[in-house]
């Protein structure tokens, strides 16, 4: 089959208020992002034959997206929900790609919401936690999620000398993002001794390590590059995608300091024809501070034990060399659960539009954007761009 | 006693039940593929290596090296609660295969990468024995 390289394209995009939205459920938080997504596209409900979303937390269905088409009433002929984590949001759009290239559907709507902050008890959320262990070979031992992480941050250090102030170098950069977007939940700035006083949740990481806690929901909307010439916005071009999957269980995966990253990195700029040196920003998953470091490096932004350096730096600042995470990230503007890295998504969207304002990246051609699920398991990257040469 | 009932405890399935009984007896029992000389952990029904189906079980030495580990300073449950900060860690037993366990008997400042260590037995119920690893003094 022919690549899937700039056969569809991104036509709406639109996150809901994100932090915590304690007026609105996890479901209603869906449809509103379906609705503004569709707003920005200009298109009509009807026009919508695929519909892909993840389930929520706070309000589950068995099958979600076929509770979301019959609340909207809406009729699609390609309707399914994705769960992987954090890297569901982009798994879902690599599944809608090649679903519009082959025909399967015209007019894919991917909409994701949950109500993490205002939806869950702290006893409901503390047993999702526990449920992200394998049942038998993990739980029993009582670890928390930001556990899981600091397994990965310590061995990590270990193996480059790298250092707890450049964890902290990268809550710091988030926050400073998160200060020019108004939509963030944190927007307060934030030094590198902060992060380092801050209460200590599983060693290495304190709590600004950590991400936020958040309710929101964000959506697009993609069709093919040639139904995309006549729409409202100008199209963004799905260039590259590529996904990689190593485990499910951190006690199961094969390395703790190099990820499967690589393999959807390699795969998406294979796609694309591009490489690292070609993207103007990116939007990388940040659930803890070390991930951001890991990525960066198996993603061919620096070498491996050079993104704390990287960082330090200010390359991933605006202005920086690659601008990571401009809207502030999973650390600072908002994290929703499995939707968290669709705001990313969305802000890279807003960038190749040249509409991100104050925060805006200058000339913006092409973006790389990259998340994980699970405990460093499924990983999706895609590579965005203004036009499709 | 009482505390740690309401631990997370896990519930044996066909392929995990000889393990599980295994730790009830204090032994580390470990799977061994007789067709290509592999050793794995969790248990499974086939090989991982070269999906034979002639799994036995070995008792593990017990001897294993600290992968990672992280000193937790809060938990899922109220029921780990006294035992707080509490030092999760990777293993790799010396047979090969890494799991998942708790450091004990090891103040936190005294943890490292690369540390020898070696199994022990918490029983938490009549049923339920979890395997923990302890240093090794050098």
Redesign the interface.
């Known amino acids: 089959m022919d690549s899937l390289r700039g056969k569809a394209v991104i036509v709406g995009s639109a996150d809901t208020k994100v932090g915590v939205i304690a007026h609105m459920g996890a479901t209603q938080l869906c449809v509103e992002a379906i609705c503004l997504a569709l707003e920005d596209a200009g298109i009509a409900k009807n026009q919508v034959d695929g519909l892909i979303t993840c389930n929520s937390m706070a309000d589950p269905y068995m099958y979600h997206a076929e509770m979301i088409a019959e609340y909207m009433q809406i009729f699609p002929s390609y309707c399914m929900s994705i769960g992987a984590g954090g890297g569901t949001t982009f798994t879902a759009l690599h599944h809608a790609a090649s679903a519009i290239a082959t025909g399967t559907c015209n007019t894919v709507v991917i909409a994701m919401a949950d109500s993490l902050r205002s939806g869950l008890s702290r006893e409901r959320a503390?047993?999702m936690?526990?449920s992200s262990?394998?049942?038998?070979?993990?739980?029993?031992?009582?670890?928390?999620v930001p556990?899981f992480y600091?397994?990965?941050?310590?061995?990590y250090m270990?193996a480059y000398g790298a250092t707890e102030e450049q964890l902290a170098a990268v809550a710091v950069a988030m926050r400073t993002h998160a200060a020019r977007n108004p939509e963030a939940q944190m927007r307060d700035l934030i030094t590198i001794e902060q992060v380092l006083q801050s209460?200590?949740?599983?060693?290495?990481?304190h709590l600004l390590d950590c991400s936020l806690v958040s309710d929101g929901g964000a959506a697009i909307v993609m069709m093919s590059a040639e139904r995309a010439a006549d729409m409202k916005q100008p199209p963004v071009f799905i260039l590259g995608v590529g996904e990689g999957h190593s485990h499910e269980h951190?006690?199961?995966a094969h390395s703790?300091i190099t990820s499967a990253a690589v393999d959807s990195g390699r795969r998406a700029y294979e796609m694309a024809g591009l490489g690292p040196k070609d993207m103007d920003l990116a939007g990388i998953y940040d659930c803890f501070t070390p991930v951001v470091l890991i990525e960066l490096e198996d993603l061919g932004f620096c070498g491996k034990g050079e993104a704390g350096a990287f960082v330090e730096e200010g390359n991933i600042d605006l202005g920086g060399l690659l601008p990571v995470n401009t809207h502030g990230g999973l650390l600072s503007h908002c994290h929703s659960g499995n939707p968290g890295s669709m705001f990313a998504l969305t802000e890279v969207v807003k960038q190749l539009r040249h509409a991100a304002g104050d925060r805006q990246v200058s000339q913006a051609e092409t973006a790389l954007v990259h998340a994980q699920g699970g405990i460093m398991s499924s990983h999706c990257t895609l590579i965005l761009g203004r036009d499709n040469s | 006693m009482p505390a740690q009932t309401s631990?997370?405890?896990?519930?044996?399935?066909p392929e995990?039940e000889t393990y599980?009984k295994g730790c009830a007896a204090h032994k580390l029992l470990i799977q061994y593929c007789t067709n290509c000389d592999h050793f794995q952990?969790?248990p499974r029904s086939i090989c991982t290596q070269c999906m034979s189906r002639d799994i036995e079980w070995k008792t593990a030495s017990g001897r294993a090296t600290v992968?990672?580990?992280?000193?937790?300073?809060?938990?899922?449950?109220k029921?780990?609660g006294d035992e707080y900060?509490?030092i999760?860690?990777?293993v790799r037993l010396k047979e090969g295969p890494?799991?998942?366990?708790?450091i004990v008997d090891c103040r936190?400042d005294k943890i490292s990468?690369g540390m020898s260590v070696e199994v022990t037995f918490q029983d938490w119920t009549d049923e339920v024995s979890?395997p923990v690893f302890y240093p090794l003094s050098s």
Do not use: C, N
């Open positions: 503390m047993m936690q526990s262990g394998h049942p038998q070979f993990e739980s029993p031992y009582g670890p928390t556990a600091a397994l990965i941050a310590r061995a270990d209460r200590m949740i599983a060693d290495p990481l951190i006690s199961q703790l | 631990k997370i405890l896990p519930i044996p399935t995990t599980w952990f969790y992968v990672s580990y992280t000193v937790m300073h809060r938990s899922v449950s029921a780990y900060p509490q999760l860690a990777l890494q799991m998942m366990s708790h936190a990468i979890i």
